[in-house]
């Protein structure tokens, strides 16, 4: 079946860069996400890459798809407190599959 | 404003009780999930439905049932029949099930 994996932790001091790795198994993905969850709250929508795309930039964020490899990337751009957080990975499969498979989820920890 | 809810934020069961958590949307998203997310995991899927009056199973779906007799509605109920309920439960739309999903702010449910 479908496997999305991500590293536990990440920390970073404030105004370096971040980069939160992924790499899944389903070669029928169409799209894959970045969420962002803070502490007792829901997922937030950060952004997403249609698997067509090799990198996508928005902001801070910058999105890198290795589809060769299965690879996404999240790179953070001067990293600040309140990008600490957990971040998931998620994919959508090809039509037929009907939710998305997340990681585990990386957690951010930025030091002042 | 336009959105998702849930509520409770906190819901206490007790031996052998059912309780129902609620979510509401009024984006007018025809596809509803629910997910259970337990520390430091990812989300695993319960039930989706697609469409008014259809709902599917998840991955892990003993124990719980849905309904989903209104668009804007669909709740879950907890069933006694499920043993570790202890999770934090999250809800999300779509305007299709091939879209992006975006999330309600979640309900702690604690077993006492």
């Known amino acids: 079946g479908e496997d999305v994996e991500q590293s536990l932790f990440l920390s970073v001091r404030e105004g370096d860069s971040s980069v939160i790795n992924c790499t899944y198994t389903d070669s029928s993905s169409t799209y894959l996400y970045w969420y962002k969850q803070e502490p007792g709250a829901g997922l937030q929508l950060l952004t997403y890459?249609?698997?067509?795309?090799d990198m996508k930039q928005d902001q801070r964020l910058t999105v890198l798809l290795n589809k060769k490899d299965k690879h996404l990337s999240l790179r953070i751009a001067d990293t600040q407190t309140g990008d600490s957080a957990i971040y998931f990975c998620?994919?959508?499969?090809?039509?037929?599959?009907?939710?998305?498979?997340f990681g585990s989820g990386t957690r951010l920890q930025v030091q002042p | 404003d336009g959105g998702i809810t849930q509520s409770p934020k906190y819901l206490f069961r007790k031996e052998g009780q059912n309780v129902t958590l609620s979510c509401e949307q009024n984006l007018n998203h025809d596809a509803m999930y629910w997910y259970r997310q337990d520390p430091g995991q990812g989300l695993r899927l319960i039930y989706y439905s697609q469409i008014v009056n259809d709902f599917q199973k998840g991955d892990i779906a003993e124990g719980y049932s849905v309904s989903r007799e209104k668009k804007e509605s669909f709740p879950l109920t907890v069933t006694s029949a499920q043993k570790n309920p202890t999770a934090f439960y999250l809800c999300a739309s779509s305007m299709t099930s091939k879209e992006t999903q975006y999330f309600g702010p979640g309900t702690r449910l604690l077993v006492l």
């Open positions: 998620a994919e959508s499969g090809y039509t037929g599959r009907r939710a998305l498979t």
């Open positions: 890459i249609f698997s067509n795309m």
